[in-house]
């Protein structure tokens, strides 16, 4: 069974608008860590912001929030004013426990295209 | 003051060969991981080495053997490459003792095999 389900293959979304890009996970862990990452067209993996399971507030870094649901098991990243800059391929990604050194589980992403 | 280095960027060879992927990081970190991401971008876990110590080793070909000679620095070698191999590998970072610890991704090597 897939622990990390991104239901959406693209979104586009007008420059300036906000975009909710969508993630459900499956752990019985008590314990999990969720990550959002970016990829734009040249490759490289960017860490964009971190949900821990027992946090009581959404995380958010800037322009990206994270709608944090435990019940439903849902962390959906949203951008707030999209620039044409955030066209690029976003991944959730999930560690279970409580160890740095459990590697990440990713989802299939969600390619975003940002329209002028 | 590169944090997760890679080398090659891009490794074009033919079926049969075997090559090497080398990766350090200067970020202190314990663990290190290979991962491979697909034509479909779809990323998957290949290795997880903790202090020069193998931790995770999914289901890969035998053909592909980590080495880890410090916790600084983690190679792969692939033997007898197939047309299959014909990925994007990423290297990875991560500090153990912080649950929040993301992972530090080196900017890939992209394999192809003919």
């Known amino acids: 069974a897939q622990k990390i389900t991104q239901t959406q293959p693209g979104m586009f979304v007008q420059e300036k608008e906000a975009v909710t890009l969508d993630c459900t996970y499956d752990t019985s862990d008590p314990s999990y860590g969720l990550f959002w990452y970016k990829q734009p067209s040249s490759g490289e993996m960017i860490f964009l912001i971190y949900?821990?399971?027992?946090?009581?507030q959404n995380a958010t870094e800037g322009r990206y929030s994270l709608n944090f649901q435990k019940a439903r098991k849902s962390a959906n990243l949203v951008i707030s004013a999209s620039q044409l800059g955030d066209s690029a391929m976003y991944f959730c990604?999930?560690?279970?426990?409580?160890?740095?050194?459990?590697?990440?589980?990713f989802g299939k992403g969600t390619r975003l295209s940002v329209i002028a | 003051d590169t944090a997760v280095s890679q080398t090659p960027k891009y490794l074009v060879t033919q079926m049969g060969n075997d090559k090497s992927i080398k990766c350090e990081q200067n970020l202190g970190h314990d663990t290190m991981y290979w991962y491979k991401q697909d034509s479909k971008k779809f990323l998957k876990i290949m290795f997880s080495y903790n202090n020069k110590e193998l931790i995770i080793n999914e289901t890969v070909p035998n053909r592909f053997s980590p080495k880890s000679p410090d916790k600084a620095h983690l190679n792969l070698h692939i033997n007898s490459l197939e047309l299959g191999d014909s990925a994007v590998y990423f290297c990875?970072?991560?500090?153990?003792?912080?649950?929040?610890?993301?992972?530090?991704f080196g900017n890939g090597t992209r394999l192809t095999v003919t």
């Open positions: 990604a999930m560690r279970e426990g409580y160890s740095g050194n459990t590697p990440l589980v």
């Open positions: 990875a970072s991560s500090q153990v003792m912080r649950d929040d610890s993301p992972l530090h």
């Open positions: 949900q821990g399971s027992y946090d009581q």
